[in-house]
């Protein structure tokens, strides 16, 4: 300690200042406990628990497989490099991690990582606001609040967003108002204006994270700052405009070497998906997405900061308030509309998820941060410890109930939220034992000068002993209910020869596809035929179903002379085996499509699909089709009829593949498609035989009226969601998605 204090010399009096200049000794020192204390808190027991369903498994699975493919800019899921749902950020840093190890530890820990140097940021930039005590409290409310705290521990693409984008928003805070001399300069540019820039570098990163909210969310907030002072210079003025349209390209500099990329590749559609689908219909409510009443996200923030919350309104009231008239207060303004105008945004949006409100919380620690620096040595007033009174009472409230579902802080990062949990003995003694010794430590600090000094260490010690214990301890019991991996591993044990296993579901359950590696097909619970035809087939099948779901789920078996067998359960689900010679088949129906030898005028192609089967090629069989000068030309309007010629490479073929055609034209007008059973559905795949020669017919439609000059159709194979790999890409024409290139028609207009 003495040779600490020697370091810090007069340092140590800067404490109750905001930061001027350069980092001093108490800066760096600050900064090494936050890093230390949030890395001690974070990345221990962080594969302790399984992946969390469904985000967690879903995101390992992109990044998993994109890693697999050696891609980077295009993101794979189920054998397509069409995953356009999320930017690519996340994936990058999963993927830096997974090429040492693949495991829940290396999963988590490039967000773990991320989280904690967005810690010392934070304390960075907001002691360039606000006093070194007010920033280091702020951080410490952060880290130990439990959204910003779960958050951190998840494979999600939300920490990076929430993280990018409140240190950009920091940024743009110094630029206004941070005490800057104007001779200063990093690189030759005023360090005034390096601030703002930086904004704009570190939202085209937000971007990278979690697309146009890197927008909305700090539009929102300039919105309603410039509305609350009635002064539009910060956008406006020359003087802050000329350097806005500087940090806009340097935003655009950012985004779009991917997003430019991604639109050049695949056109328009992608960004018809990416921003339109995913972004404006989302916010619109129209994707089949959870909403709610408007206050939802009041209540989430009770949940999302707690205990912290229970300061809340006293220390909006005293941030916000005071002598001078507040409108003039622009500083302080502008940290509360970086709160008020996102949750208006979010409130307003058709899609409510709880973490969706995760952008606001490290606001709101700003301010708390600044109310208890205020009050942690200061005499309290009478108002003051009414102030205590009402955060004791708040403690109550809210406590009530997390300790009656002790679910609410895992779901503020899920939406399923009706699953049945198991019962932790634990639970209620140590949340009555932490809430009571948490409103004691404050009702003590009412009467004792002494408590106040050391009271809030207490109330720090206490967050973060039990969100640990909440980690240690809870969240491996609630994994248990929201992953499949359990059921999967039995699965390997019982079936090291991988018989075909499905998952029947109601909505995709993505731990099951990452655990497996794409081995799985999911079987939606109203299609009966799909589910009958993956189970009609002689010998072992295996399925992971919930028991509601096992009474259908037997009926249909016992249509096709199959039965199940329970192999293992979860609370939740269960693993069957299902055996039995299925129906007997009409053989007689797929004559005309199993020839004996291939016809000697087709078209040679050679593609090899998941090493089980091969096009060898195809042969037009309509007569609309003309060729001039070695090209082929056909009519708009006209439907061109082919056959492609299949060749079994093995037996027992696992999957039941169908073929997919997707006809697209050079200016992307008018895409067509003609998916359909194999062989139409006579001569399923998994009853080929090795060296079966197999036709199956296609109709290629080509639209009247398009703007294109040329169509070519794009074939291959899948099963349910799952597209089969072309694994001679190398000898083939393809479009990198394993997608087989035909032909090619031109349009005779």
Same mark, same amino acid.
């Given at each position: ?28 020192? @600050? ?67 997974? !090429? ?25 930039? @907001?002691?360039?606001? +606000? ?54 300069? *990093? ?50 003025? %020359? ?23 991604? %639109? ?16 404006? !219909? ?78 606001? *919380? ?49 779901? *503020? ?10 019962? *932790? ?109 993956? +189970? ?40 069957? !085996? ?6 007997? !088949? ?164």
């Amino acid at each position: 300690m003495k040779f600490i204090k020697n370091w810090l010399g007069n340092n140590l009096n800067t404490f109750d200042e905001i930061r001027s200049g350069k980092l001093n000794n108490l800066d760096k020192l @600050l900064l090494i406990i936050v890093i230390v204390i949030s890395a001690l808190l974070y990345i221990p027991l962080l594969g302790n628990f399984f992946l969390i369903d469904p985000w967690e498994n879903h995101y390992s699975h992109v990044a998993w497989e994109t890693l697999e493919r050696g891609s980077f800019a295009k993101l794979w899921y189920q054998n397509s490099n069409r995953f356009w749902s999320k930017p690519p950020l996340l994936f990058w840093m999963v993927m830096s991690t997974f !090429r040492i190890y693949i495991s829940e530890f290396t999963a988590r820990l490039p967000v773990t990582l991320f989280s904690v140097f967005t810690l010392a940021g934070f304390y960075f930039l @907001l002691s360039k606001l +606000f006093t070194r005590r007010a920033a280091v409290i702020s951080t410490f409310v952060l880290m130990m609040s439990p959204q910003f705290f779960q958050l951190s521990r998840q494979v999600m693409v939300d920490l990076p967003f929430v993280a990018l984008n409140i240190l950009a928003l920091l940024c743009m805070a110094v630029y206004f108002f941070g005490d800057i001399e104007d001779n200063e300069k *990093i690189w030759k540019i005023p360090r005034r204006n390096f601030y703002l820039y930086m904004f704009y570098f570190l939202e085209g990163w937000a971007f990278l994270a979690k697309g146009l909210l890197s927008i909305a969310i700090p539009g929102a907030a300039l919105l309603i700052f410039m509305l609350l002072t009635r002064n539009f210079k910060y956008a406006f003025a %020359w003087k802050h405009f000329k350097h806005h349209l500087v940090g806009f390209f340097i935003y655009l500099a950012v985004i779009m070497p991917w997003l430019g990329y991604m %639109w050049y590749s695949e056109g328009f559609r992608f960004i018809r998906i990416f921003i339109w689908f995913h972004h404006f !219909r989302r916010a619109a409510g129209t994707i089949h997405k959870p909403n709610d009443i408007f206050s939802l996200y009041i209540r989430v923030i009770g949940y999302s900061m707690f205990p912290w919350s229970a300061f809340l309104p006293a220390a909006i009231y005293h941030f916000i308030a005071g002598k001078k008239e507040w409108a003039l207060k622009h500083k302080e303004l502008f940290i509360f509309s970086m709160a008020v105008g996102p949750f208006f945004f979010l409130s307003f949006s058709g899609t409510k998820f709880f973490h969706y409100i995760a952008p606001i *919380i490290p606001v709101l620690a700003i301010i708390v941060g600044i109310y208890i620096s205020k009050i942690w040595n200061s005499e309290w007033s009478a108002a003051t410890k009414f102030e205590a009174v009402l955060a004791i009472l708040l403690v109550a409230v809210i406590g009530r109930d997390i300790g009656n579902q002790y679910g609410l802080w895992h779901h *503020i990062v899920t939406f399923w939220h009706g699953r049945r949990l198991p019962a *932790i003995g634990s639970w209620l003694p140590v949340v009555i034992s932490v809430f009571t010794a948490f409103s004691l430590t404050l009702f003590s600090m009412i009467f004792s000068k002494f408590m106040r000094k050391k009271g809030f260490y207490g109330l720090f010690i206490l967050a973060a002993g039990f969100m640990t214990y909440y980690f240690a301890v809870v969240m491996p019991q609630i994994s248990t209910i929201y992953s499949l991996k359990p059921l999967v591993d039995r699965y390997i044990q019982e079936s090291p020869e991988r018989a075909p296993i499905a998952d029947y579901y109601k909505w995709l359950r993505k731990s099951v596809s990452f655990g497996l590696k794409n081995e799985v097909t999911f079987l939606r619970t109203e299609k009966d035929d799909a589910v009958l035809r993956f +189970f009609d087939k002689p010998g072992e099948q295996f399925v992971i179903l919930r028991p509601g779901d096992l009474n259908r789920f037997n009926s249909l078996m016992s249509r096709i002379n199959k039965k199940a067998v329970e192999v293992d359960r979860t609370p939740r689900d269960r693993l069957l !085996r299902v055996t039995g010679p299925g129906r007997k !088949r009409d053989m007689s129906l797929s004559t005309p499509y199993r020839p004996s030898s291939v016809p000697p005028d087709i078209v040679p192609v050679g593609a090899v699909f998941d090493e089980v089967a091969e096009i060898i090629g195809y042969k037009i069989t309509s007569n609309n089709v003309t060729v001039k000068d070695g090209q082929k030309w056909v009519k708009e309007g006209t439907t061109v009829n082919v056959d492609l010629y299949f060749k079994a490479l093995q037996e027992n073929i696992t999957r039941d593949y169908d073929v997919f055609l997707h006809c697209e034209g050079n200016n992307r007008d008018k895409r067509t498609r003609g998916d359909n059973n194999m062989a139409e559905g006579t001569y399923p795949t998994h009853f080929w035989k090795q060296g079966d020669i197999v036709r199956h017919p296609i109709r290629i439609r080509i639209p009247r009226d398009t703007k294109n000059d040329w169509y070519i159709p794009f074939v291959g194979i899948y099963s349910a969601e799952y597209r089969a790999n072309i694994t001679n890409a190398e000898d083939v024409d393809h479009d990198g998605d394993n997608r087989l290139k035909l032909m090619k028609l031109y349009l005779d207009k």
